[in-house]
């Protein structure tokens, strides 16, 4: 019966608490009445179901947390709701007041899984939950961002600072080299596009990150699907694990809460670049002339009178950066409502927020609107829809690698160099263009639209038979507006202008028929079967103006020259898939799921997919010979085996050989070949298997969840390298494996679960460890090759040049001569270490006594390694001449016994010193990327419902939150946590000229009306 | 009613479920609509055309950038002045087979190779009324004329490279074919310009191959080959015909709208199919990156009366923060960005038949052919009387006559003289590496000895 009612739980939580007490009675029984209040702080529960046992006989509470329903005195109720352990009373004659405890066991939790709901209990997959409450109110843009250190084995890293940018995440590590390797996200039940749409070229970074464009606090609760059992109902689309994000919806019954949420927040960087001053930049390139063999009388930096540029000491020093880094603004405002009745429950969102990179001049903002509504139609049909509507508005501006990036212009420019000519204008030098030209002057605007829709219906046939049908849209919609006029670069010689326009289209329709049943007490079955159908449409326009007739026309109709482009390209998949979950008294459990793919992007050989999946749980602590032992409240066994597919991140036509158009000459129309056929390309399929243990010892008050998983993915959609003679350099095929093993445990430790002083603390860690295990050939990526892919070694390595030393005597590096030969060549770069952490995790605490609530979050990695790419630029021994120095650089050998790392100033390619055939591609710039950081510091104080009552408001809580106070880490960058091109497939921790994550202080409010 | 309305709903969902089923096969097979399959390229007149047109943009793509600067930065009169090492170890003539830059270069060339194989081997299947013989012969000759540029630049940047000459249609086309020699390459260019010079026609188009582009690029091949007498027949040949002078001042053939008549072959450039290399030169106050720089001494050379005259026109001067900077100005265009690259010139012409000359001893002659460019550039006669001095003019001439284009490395490696001249004392280094990720791929493939 228990599995029943919690089944009811499950329904009621899934369609938002459809009502049940329409059943109609044929021999009235009395009314029983009472009120559901929570143990501890004796508030009403609205929401709670209530049954009377051994029949179908329902209600829920209503805003008072108050019932009534007809049942026969003596007869029993039992009370239920999230989050709270279930009670079962006798109904007695009177009016009940019931007491119901919070639940502590994390374990009796109902999780959403694939197209249906579990209780944690009966759980066989590897699924780690993150409530909405967890996530609230962390200044960020977008909601991938607030599972950093949240989930073990789910890696998140910021890309760079800039607020609404991208993000890398990884789920138990990278299976794909090719391919893409970011999860699915499935919102409500729609697959999202999760590709950046901004066109304009911003140094190699990925410039947006589409799930920004869903507010945070919209979100109930994100699951993130890890093992195959999990996630092998997804099929082709599964590989890399699953993201449902499941929005707040209204419940039956419960009066309408109206919330309104705002906070406010300063950034800064946490840290700034050490540059040479002018006195020390002449100093060392004095030194550097002289080690070329210059005549000493005739440095560079010598008095104006002889002919020099100054004495070292006369020079100047312009702090260009300060210009450029500023405290930054965000604000963020939130109004939502909630509520609903037996028939209708609905929740409105609405929120803007809007957030200053810390680098001028990016910044993000965003409009969103969200309307969740479910309505009863009849007593078994039901209807509904998500719906969120966004607008963002970035004004994006470049970094990294790019030589008119605005912290390039003002990191590489010599100190010693004034910002402005004598005539007053912007004094641009080598490539570089003037910062506060492009700060002044940058227009990139990018305006996003977005509407992720479903609407759906469900009927329930009997008692146990349920079909679903829903319709989504993913419409996500980029515009984008650039205009740079004559004072800066980009806009030579008289104004140049660009606008894209770029629309990504998901159209998804879904059935599934759910079946469920329990066979006497022992005994449930739960099965679904279902199909759907999915077209990906995108498309681009792009316009290009040149030549305007002055700084203020912007727009590319006032260009003397105007050219323009659009792109088009489908995909379609279909798929059948089905689940079935067999449980037997709660104790053993066994799942079977299978999906079934067809994807038109692969070869019409091997069009379909199927992708099997199995669990199996032993909840062994509900055995009398743990029982008997008095030490687990709760210990299972999980086992599961599957594979699963991937297919995104190939173009849309990548199996057919072709022939593109565009390859003009003389404006005459020409084709060129631009791939080869592959008819045989098909999915990568990874193959998982995952045992899993969960415990609860000392009263609920340490819960313990482990994980070692698998994986081995095979037939990678790898542009394996085909001989260039045959005019072109590579062809997709389904060739290479890799393999990620690794393991996960979460602890959470109630230290004082009750009373009015509360505390717990939940730590992960996680540690994944990638290989390579099938190559066709060496692969190298990103830019100057400095990554290679190789057997036998992990994604993300480095390829470099060892130093070993610099010669105390000669002051020359020396470099390890890998193949022997005695000569120095590229057989000498070899793989020098990786960017994957040896372990990572988080730690999550939190405090409450009384109204007074405290917590923080550390999130950690350990053992990564980062390519420091400003001292590459800014350590360069004198071969840039129009580069700056880091304090770095004085660090160079001198004078012969000195002992240091830098080698020698020198332009000399032979010397190999910082150019020749070394190219300075040495691990001298590649530094250790561990770190512990504090994400987030909070205290709040949430005022006693009396003193808010005087005011008429239902709550109040003020809080101040700091993020990123510190950073502990031996990296001498801005930021450990960097990837400044993104945008290239198999690189990370790779730091150039990056916008660091911000340190934030942030006081909000948050009030029920 | 609401049991009609369940009905409905019902009814809608089936048949939409159905009509989505029955969508299948539209929804997994969608067409590409900006791409063609492959054995559908080439089919009939416009196809033919098309992919002409195709082949002439992938050389125009090494020649944009990749192939000047390989020809002029490994020279003295340029240094580098970027950030970028790939362009720092050519100009420090230490390159390494890693070399981003050479990888492009070698990439490119052989998709210009592929597309004019796609041409030779689908041109004489086509009969469509559309196609006129004339038209057939001209695509076809103008296909092994590209094909037999790309060799010849292979040639004399990598040595002997693999002579592919058919469509690649899968992966394995090609396999175990491996490197000729340097001789097997000149043959085949030969070979090549042999037959285009019977198809091509006789016109005066000077962005499109014609006869006298086959015969200016054998004269070039003739004098690399140092078989002089046949690079004075063809050079004289090219200069004979009416079609061609040198143009008045130097910078004329650099002026748009180009398509001087000194020029026998240049690949042109539009707004809409844009040439940034003058991004390469100017100055960054001038809204260009200032990567190439023109070093003291080739600009004193260009500003001297009697060494560059007419040339200095080449350099161009502005103020930045007081001082005066000088920079190239051969690619000038950066509104328009229409600058050409330059690829066989009258000029070249004149100073292969010199020294293909001066190595007959025909000295008069030779010095006649010379002082022909010298005078068009305002420059007062040679005074070399011997051969030797002659040769040695003849190159000095060339460094200057060709200061911005891609001849100064190939011309000293060709004569021998890179190691007295720049330096590079290691002969093995007088060719580029092959790509290193090539090699990787391509188990045919050797590197060339050095790297």
């Known amino acids: 019966m228990h599995t029943r009612t919690l089944r009811r739980t499950l329904f009621l939580l899934l369609w938002g608490g459809a009502s049940v007490t329409s059943y109609a009675q044929s021999d009235p029984a009395p009314l029983v009445s009472g009120t559901v209040t929570d143990a501890a702080s004796h508030t009403p529960l609205p929401g709670v179901t209530v049954m009377a046992k051994g029949s179908s006989i329902g209600t829920t509470t209503d805003a008072n947390g108050q019932f009534s329903l007809p049942a026969a005195p003596g007869s029993a109720l039992v009370f239920s709701f999230v989050g709270y352990a279930h009670k079962e009373l006798q109904a007695t004659g009177g009016a009940l007041t019931v007491n119901l405890a919070a639940d502590l066991q994390e374990l009796s939790e109902v999780v959403v899984t694939g197209y249906s709901e579990q209780n944690r209990k009966t759980l066989t997959s590897a699924i780690s939950s993150v409530k909405g409450e967890d996530l609230k109110n962390i200044p960020a843009a977008s909601p991938d961002q607030l599972l950093q250190g949240k989930a073990p084995g789910v890696q998140v890293s910021a890309n760079s600072g800039v607020p609404g940018g991208g993000v890398f995440i990884r789920i138990r590590g990278s299976n794909s080299v090719n391919a893409s390797n970011d999860p699915l996200y499935v919102v409500d039940g729609v697959f999202i596009n999760n590709t950046n749409l901004i066109a304009t070229g911003l140094g190699n970074q990925v410039s947006s990150n589409p799930l920004a464009d869903l507010n945070p606090s919209d979100i109930e609760s994100m699951e993130i699907l890890k093992d195959a059992n999990a996630t092998a109902i997804y099929g082709s689309r599964g590989a890399n694990g699953v993201v449902l994000i499941t929005t707040k919806r209204g419940k039956a019954g419960d009066k309408t809460r109206i919330t309104f949420n705002t906070y406010h927040a300063l950034s800064k960087a946490p840290k700034q670049y050490k540059l040479a001053s002018g006195p020390e930049l002449a100093t060392l390139e004095n030194e550097r002339f002289i080690n070329d063999g210059g005549n000493p009388a005739l440095v560079p930096y010598r008095s104006v009178a002889s002919g020099g540029r100054g004495l070292p000491e006369e020079q100047q020093t312009y702090d260009r950066l300060s210009d450029v880094f500023r405290t930054a603004q965000t604000h963020s405002y939130e109004l939502s409502a909630a509520g609903g009745s037996a028939k209708t429950q609905f929740y409105i969102g609405a929120g803007y927020f809007t957030q200053e990179s810390v680098a001028r001049p990016s910044a993000f903002d965003r409009f969103s609107l969200r309307v969740n509504l479910d309505n009863s139609v009849t007593d078994k049909l039901r209807i509904g829809t998500s719906t969120a509507l966004s607008r963002t508005h970035r004004n994006v501006s470049s970094n990294d690698n790019n030589p008119v990036g605005v912290i390039n212009s003002a990191l590489f420019t010599r100190a010693n160099l004034p910002v402005y000519n004598p005539d007053g204008s912007y004094a641009k030098y080598g490539s570089f263009d003037n910062h506060l030209a492009l700060i002044n002057n940058l227009n990139n605007d990018a305006v996003g639209s977005r509407v992720i829709s479903n609407v759906y219906g469900t009927y329930q046939f009997g008692k146990n038979l349920t079909f679903r049908s829903s319709w989504s849209i993913d419409f996500n919609d980029m515009y984008e507006n650039n205009f740079n006029n004559t004072l800066i670069l980009a806009g030579q010689p008289r104004g140049t202008a660009s606008s894209f326009l770029s629309r990504d289209i998901t159209l998804l329709n879904e059935q599934t028929l759910n079946y469920s049943v329990n066979f006497g007490e022992n005994h449930s079955v739960q099965a679904l079967v279902g199909n759907t159908l999915q077209r990906n449409t995108f498309q681009r326009t792009s316009l290009a103006g040149q030549q305007f007739p002055g700084n203020d026309l912007t727009t590319i109709a006032s260009a003397a020259t105007q050219t323009g482009s659009s792109s088009r390209s489908q995909a379609g998949l279909v798929s059948f898939f089905g689940k079935a979950t067999y449980s037997f008294k709660e104790r053993y459990t066994a799942d079977v799921s299978v999906r079934a793919d067809a994807s038109s992007r692969f070869g019409s050989e091997n069009r379909w997919g199927y992708f099997p999946a199995v669990g199996l749980g032993w909840r062994l602590g509900e055995e009398s010979f743990i029982q008997d032992l008095g030490v687990f409240q709760e210990l299972k066994l999980r086992a599961s085996l599957g594979k699963t597919g991937n297919q995104a991140g190939i173009s849309d036509f990548a199996a057919l050989g072709l022939v593109q158009g565009g390859a003009n000459y003389l404006d005459l129309p020409g084709t060129s070949p631009l791939q080869l056929a592959n008819p045989n390309l098909s999915w990568e399929s990874t193959r998982q298997w995952n045992v899993g243990l969960d415990a609860a010892v000392l009263q609920n008050r340490l819960v313990l969840e482990l994980n070692y998983y698998d994986k081995y993915t095979s037939g990678l959609l790898l542009n394996v390298p085909v001989p260039r003679k045959t005019g072109f350099s590579s062809l997709v095929e389904n060739y290479g494996a890799v393999s990620n093993k690794g393991f996960e445990a979460q602890a959470t430790a109630n230290w004082l679960p009750k009373g009015a002083l509360q505390w717990s603390t939940t730590v992960n860690i996680a540690r994944n460890v990638n290989k390579i295990e099938k190559l066709a050939a060496p692969i190298t990526t990103g830019s100057r090759d400095i990554f290679r892919l190789e057997e036998g070694a992990s994604l993300y390595s480095f390829w470099l040049y060892h130093q070993t030393r610099v010669n105390p005597e000669s002051g020359n590096a020396e470099y390890e001569d890998v193949n022997g030969d005695g000569q120095l060549t590229v057989a000498d770069r070899k793989l020098v270490g990786n960017a994957w952490p040896d372990y990572f995790g988080g730690v999550t605490n939190s405090v409450t006594y009384k109204g007074l609530d405290f917590g923080f979050t550390l999130n950690f990695e350990q053992g990564a390694k980062i390519m420091n790419m400003n001292r590459f630029f800014l350590v360069h021994g004198g071969t840039q001449s129009n580069i700056g120095y880091l304090s770095e650089q004085l660090e160079r050998w001198q004078r012969p016994g000195d002992v240091t790392d830098i080698p020698r100033l020198t332009t000399n390619a032979s010397s190999n010193n910082y150019g020749g055939v070394v190219q300075n591609l040495s691990d001298r710039y590649l530094e250790d990327g561990s770190f512990v950081r504090l994400r987030t510091l909070t205290l709040g104080y949430t005022v006693p419902a009396a003193t808010s009552a005087k005011a008429h408001l239902n709550s109040l809580r003020v809080y101040v939150q700091a993020a990123n106070l510190f950073t502990i880490t031996p990296y001498s960058g801005l930021d450990p946590e960097v990837n400044s091109q993104s945008g290239v497939s198999n690189t990370k921790n790779f730091d150039w000229a990056t916008v660091p994550q911000p340190r934030t202080l942030q006081v909000g409010v948050t009030v029920g009306l | ?451």
Request: charged letters at 20%; a neutral charge; proline letters at 5%.
């Open chain 2, 1 to 451: 009613m609401k049991q009609s309305l369940f009905r409905l709903l019902l009814v809608a969902q089936l048949a939409a479920a159905t009509l989505g089923l029955g969508a299948c096969s539209d929804l997994l097979e969608p067409t590409p609509v900006q791409q063609l399959p492959d054995d559908k390229a080439i089919t009939d007149a416009g196809s033919a055309r098309a992919a002409a047109i195709g082949t002439y943009d992938r050389v125009q793509a090494y020649y944009q950038l990749n192939w000047p600067v390989l020809g002029f930065l490994p020279g003295e009169n340029v240094r580098f002045n970027g950030t970028l090492n790939q362009f720092l170890q050519i100009d420090q003539n230490q390159l390494s087979a890693d070399n981003v830059l050479i990888t492009e270069a070698w990439t490119q060339m052989y998709q210009a190779v592929n597309g004019a194989n796609n041409l030779i081997a689908a041109l004489p299947g086509i009969n469509d009324p559309l196609l006129p013989a004339a038209e057939k012969n001209q695509l076809l000759g103008e296909a092994h004329f590209l094909r037999a540029l790309v060799y010849f630049d292979l040639g004399r940047g990598w040595g002997g490279v693999p002579l592919v000459l058919k469509p690649t249609r899968s992966k394995e086309n090609g396999q175990g074919l491996k490197r000729s020699t340097r001789a097997q390459t000149y043959d085949q260019v030969l070979a090549d310009l042999t037959q285009a010079e019977t198809l091509l026609p006789d016109a005066t188009t000077r962005n499109r191959a014609v006869k006298a582009a086959a015969r200016a690029l054998r004269a070039r091949l003739h004098l690399y080959r140092q078989q002089y007498v046949e690079a004075e027949t063809f050079a004289t040949q090219v200069i004979g015909s009416t079609n061609y002078r040198l143009v008045t001042p130097y910078r004329a053939f650099s002026t748009a709208p180009f398509l001087s008549q000194e020029s026998v072959f240049e690949l042109t450039f539009s707004n809409s199919d844009a040439n940034s290399m003058w991004n390469n030169w100017f100055p960054s106050a001038l809204g260009g990156q200032f990567n190439f720089q023109p070093v003291p001494a080739a600009i004193s050379q260009l500003n001297d009366p009697a060494v560059g005259g007419s040339r200095s026109a080449l350099l161009a001067s502005t103020v930045i923060a007081g001082a005066t900077v000088t920079y190239g100005n051969l690619y000038s265009r950066s509104a328009q960005r229409d600058d050409p690259s330059y690829v066989l010139r009258l000029a070249e012409q004149y100073l292969i038949r010199a020294e293909a000359r001066a190595r007959q001893a025909k000295l008069p002659e030779a010095i006649a052919d010379l002082n022909t460019v010298r005078t068009r550039a305002g420059v007062g006669p040679t005074t070399a009387t011997t051969a030797e001095q002659l040769l040695l003019a003849i190159e000095n001439e060339r460094k200057v006559e060709f200061a911005f284009e891609a001849d100064r490395w190939f011309d000293l490696v060709r004569t021998g003289r890179a190691g007295t001249v720049l330096g590079v004392t290691d002969q093995r280094r007088w060719v580029f590496p092959i790509p290193f990720n090539d090699l990787v791929a391509d188990p045919d493939l050797e590197q060339n000895p050095g790297y």
